[in-house]
């Protein structure tokens, strides 16, 4: 290899770098109320100081940008701390369309494995399934083929607390767990749309490292 093409080469790196540090991918983080999403922000903010959170999440906070970086992979990302109650949903979908969201995290936590009877977590996922589903997304310009909305690249099915109930389910694969089972009609339909799921075990509030793999992956696989 000569000097010059050597050079060449770790200039394009180089720029690569800072068009990773520059450049802020939108992510969306949604899910019912208590699930962990203000931990995920602070938790992606701070990276492992995370407070002790009692008040909930009231509307749509203003995004912000997280650096991200772990095992010499970095990407700059860009979320927005929303609440997680039925008269804030509408707000999932202003975020969603108004920052052209590319990746979703809906964060879930075993409430629905423990008390059968609690399906929040499960009209949570089936109203932004059937928003991610919506004509809105197929609408294309008049003077135009292309779409005016792109669908969101893939979906992550985040299993939040894992600290807390790893030891109260059998398994044998993150995809066998059956914490993912109550959402399954969900993934599937976003799969007939040719949006991939991904299903992650993460403990927001204790493990920075899970944190952050999790979402390089997303953005390394999708």
Known sequence: MSVMAGFAILLVE???KVYQRLHAIPF????ASKAGK???????????????ITDRTVGLQRASRKYVKLDGDAHTVKTADVGGETVFWQEWVEDMRTRKVKYIIFMLDDRHMDKHYDIEQQLCWTFL???????????KGKRRKKKLHDYPVAVGLWANKHDLWKDKYDYETIEKHPIFESFRNGMQKLNDKGI???K???SAKSDSEMVYRGILTMIKDY
Do not use: A, F, K
């Open 129 to 139: 399934v059937d928003t991610i589903c919506s004509p809105y997304w197929n609408v």
């Open 196 to 198: 991939p799921c991904y």
């Open 14 to 16: 180089g720029m690569n």
């Open 38 to 52: 203000t931990t995920l922000h602070h938790q992606l903010r701070t990276r492992g100081e995370v407070p002790s």
């Open 200 to 202: 992650y075990i993460v």
């Open 28 to 31: 969306g983080v949604y899910g």
